[in-house]
């Protein structure tokens, strides 16, 4: 197995180990899972993207899709761009949006040791002497509003902004992938009418949209993913946070239809997956952002060089 | 779950497409129609243009007089000349589906008749499947052949073959054995000759005014015996092997794509940010299914028969490209059915919304595909 296929095969194995519907509801209460969290320390992905693991940058981004394959409640994005930017092996590092007091929607702000604020022009500044008001999302996860008394702007190379709107993407294509998964397994064990859900023809239609769905929307993860050390990484993640947030409104809307009443209940585990969707697609700018902001730079460039913009090679 | 794979073009089909643009600046003055729909512009003569570049049949054989090119270069001149709203469905099918089918199951003596035509932009094919009584049920085919003496005789009628009244030959999907149990069974493709055999080929207008699709009546036509292709009785596998051919190129999504080019003129460099937002949504979903064709490109280049894929790409592309219209329509306040700098818009805007009903049916219904991806999922 290549590197790449060690590392996926490495956090698909911790993930699904750990990440069980007692830890995933457990979370949701304000539980740190501790022990998830030391496991993944000690597994090297703590450092991952850091400049001094040589290890390229995507392989970070491949890595939370596997997160969101499996719901992984943990700041894993923050964790591995936190370091990264800051180049230091903190033990708990939180990126939220920047504001004039301090910081918005910071995952696990309580437990932070350092708290990054990012803006959308790009700027990020590290927070000092902060006070912590607990918030959540609305899938339960931690997002908290952080006041600072200090501010140090932090001076770098990545565009910081893009970097964590693709986080998102690639969460969320992990988990489009996982509410698949379940539909599929559901609508083939659902009986109903004396036969499973899945031999009526109007589930057909509604799994092979969801299946189509996921399918553009991973390509479009993975061609942002790819883009990354790239002169229109911006303008990718622009294309694919806009398209996969798209597929989110269909695929979750979908699969709670084919899921029934049983996918509305606490105690099925679709809405650990769903409800992180709506979230993350609304994080570090939602589609109708990203859409603008790709297709104002599309526009100025003009009607006849729509097609070259789009003939991309990769 | 089926996989795209990320693939980047060689470096030699980025070349081709340089050489694709500098041909079609050359040609400006036979491109610009009102869309950019695979099927609107007829041009013999254009078409032998490309045959003489050597790119109709980019794939096949020399021996053939193919060029022996990869997927990836047949995919980038596909696309650019699309893009351009180039006049190419003339020999469209021919390269898309006949020219491979033949390759792969017909007779070497058909190979060296057909192909090298084919290759100059000479001969063109059309389809011969639907019937009046048969369209997503293809195996439902009651057009029959019957061997004779002296060949096949052929009773029965096709319907929307597409450029039958101008095109020289039609691959119909007959029986030539009588229906049983096995729905699959008895079926064969045979070549006709259009302007020989007899048939008698009626234009059918379409409700955008176009005339492209026809009616085809074969009272007792009879063909030679060296018609059929492949194994008599081996149709149904021979017809769904030209699937992913055809449905998994740069036509099932771009139908529409000038759309958007005139509409991003029309709102100009500085756009408002609703009609932006538009912009840019559209410009994701093109991203993305480009990179999906791509990807299926790659596995035919790889000798696969992504059937699957290419039915999810096709199911994709053609809910875009009847989205493309209506999304732009309302990024505007402007009065564009009534005002001069619309013009062109309007023009577009209006050829591809009154064409737009077709692109869900051509090639396999929105219905047809989704059962085929349902099955692909392994749910029937």
Redesign the interface.
């Given at each position: 197995m290549d590197t790449r296929g060690l590392l996926l095969d490495t956090a698909t194995r911790i993930f699904s180990d750990h990440c069980d519907k007692a830890l995933l509801d457990a979370a949701e209460t304000g539980e740190f899972p501790e022990r998830l969290f030391g496991l993944i320390r000690e597994n090297g992905f703590h450092g991952l993207a850091m400049t001094a693991s040589e290890v390229p940058l995507i392989e970070s981004f491949l890595v939370l899709k596997v997160a969101g394959r499996f719901a992984l409640p943990l700041p894993l994005a923050e964790i591995l761009l936190g370091n990264r930017w800051l180049d230091r092996d903190d033990r708990l590092i939180a990126i939220g949006i920047g504001d004039a007091t301090g910081a918005r929607n910071v995952p696990w702000g309580r437990l932070a040791d350092s708290v990054v604020a990012v803006r959308e022009s790009g700027e990020v500044a590290l927070l000092g002497d902060f006070t912590v008001t607990e918030g959540t999302n609305l899938a339960g996860e931690p997002r908290d509003r952080v006041v600072a008394d200090s501010v140090e702007s932090l001076e770098l190379s990545d565009d910081a902004f893009s970097e964590m709107a693709l986080s998102r993407v690639m969460l969320m294509a992990g988990a489009l992938e996982r509410v698949l998964e379940l539909s599929l397994q559901y609508v083939g064990e659902r009986e109903q009418f004396g036969r499973p859900i899945s031999r009526f023809q109007a589930i057909q239609h509604h799994m092979a949209v969801m299946a189509a769905e996921v399918a553009a929307a991973v390509r479009a993860a993975d061609a942002a993913a790819q883009a990354i050390e790239g002169d229109r990484f911006f303008l990718e993640v622009a294309a694919a946070k806009s398209r996969v947030g798209e597929s989110v409104s269909v695929v979750a809307e979908l699969a709670h239809q084919v899921h029934g009443a049983m996918g509305f209940t606490h105690e099925h585990q679709l809405h650990h997956f769903t409800r992180r969707l709506w979230a993350w697609r609304d994080e570090f700018g939602t589609e109708l952002y990203w859409q603008t902001a790709l297709g104002s730079h599309v526009a100025g460039l003009g009607a006849d060089a729509l097609w070259e913009f789009i003939a991309t090679r990769g | 779950?089926?996989q795209?794979d990320?693939i980047?073009?060689p470096e030699s089909a980025?070349q081709l497409?340089g050489e694709v643009r500098e041909f079609l600046t050359s040609q400006a003055a036979r491109l610009s129609p009102p869309n950019s729909d695979f099927t609107t512009g007829h041009d013999p003569e254009f078409s032998r243009l490309l045959g003489g570049r050597g790119w109709i049949g980019m794939t096949w054989p020399r021996a053939y007089g193919g060029a022996e090119r990869s997927f990836f270069e047949r995919y980038v001149v596909t696309?650019?000349l699309l893009?351009?709203g180039a006049p190419v469905s003339a020999h469209w099918i021919a390269d898309r589906q006949s020219g491979p089918l033949l390759l792969r199951f017909g007779s070497e003596a058909q190979r060296s008749r057909y192909l090298p035509g084919i290759t100059r932009g000479e001969c063109f094919f059309s389809i011969g499947m639907s019937e009046p009584n048969t369209g997503s049920d293809l195996a439902s085919v009651r057009t029959t052949a019957t061997k004779e003496v002296e060949g096949w005789r052929i009773n029965g009628t096709k319907l929307w073959s597409t450029d039958a009244h101008r095109n020289h030959f039609l691959i119909a999907l007959v029986r030539t054995e009588p229906a049983s149990d096995n729905r699959h069974a008895g079926l064969s493709q045979i070549i006709v000759d259009l302007r020989e055999d007899g048939a008698k080929v009626r234009p059918i207008r379409n409700m955008a005014g176009g005339q492209d699709f026809n009616e085809i009546l074969f009272d007792e036509v009879l063909v030679p015996e060296d018609r059929i292709i492949g194994e008599p009785g081996n149709g149904w596998q021979q017809v769904t092997s030209e699937l992913a051919y055809e449905r998994s190129g740069p036509e099932r999504f771009l139908s529409a794509?000038r759309v958007?080019?005139?509409f991003?003129?029309a709102?100009?460099?500085?756009?408002e940010?609703r009609?932006?937002?538009?912009?840019?949504?559209a410009?994701?979903?093109?991203?993305?299914?480009?990179?999906?064709s791509i990807?299926v490109a790659g596995m035919l280049e790889q000798g696969k028969s992504p059937d699957v894929e290419a039915a999810?790409v096709k199911?994709?592309g053609n809910d875009f490209e009847k989205l493309l219209p209506e999304m732009v329509r309302l990024a505007t306040l402007e009065d564009f059915t009534n005002n001069d700098r619309w013009s062109d818009f309007r023009e577009v805007y209006s050829d591809t919304l009154l064409l737009s009903p077709s692109f869900t049916l051509r090639g396999g219904t929105r219905?047809i595909?989704?059962?085929v991806?349902?099955r692909?999922?392994?749910?029937?």
């Open positions: - | 779950m089926q795209f990320s980047q073009l980025e497409r696309e650019e893009a351009a794509f958007l080019v005139e991003v003129r709102v100009g460099p500085d756009a940010p009609a932006a937002a538009v912009v840019g949504r410009v994701a979903h093109l991203l993305a299914l480009r990179r999906m990807s999810l199911a994709l219905e595909l989704r059962g991806i349902a692909g999922l392994g749910l029937r």
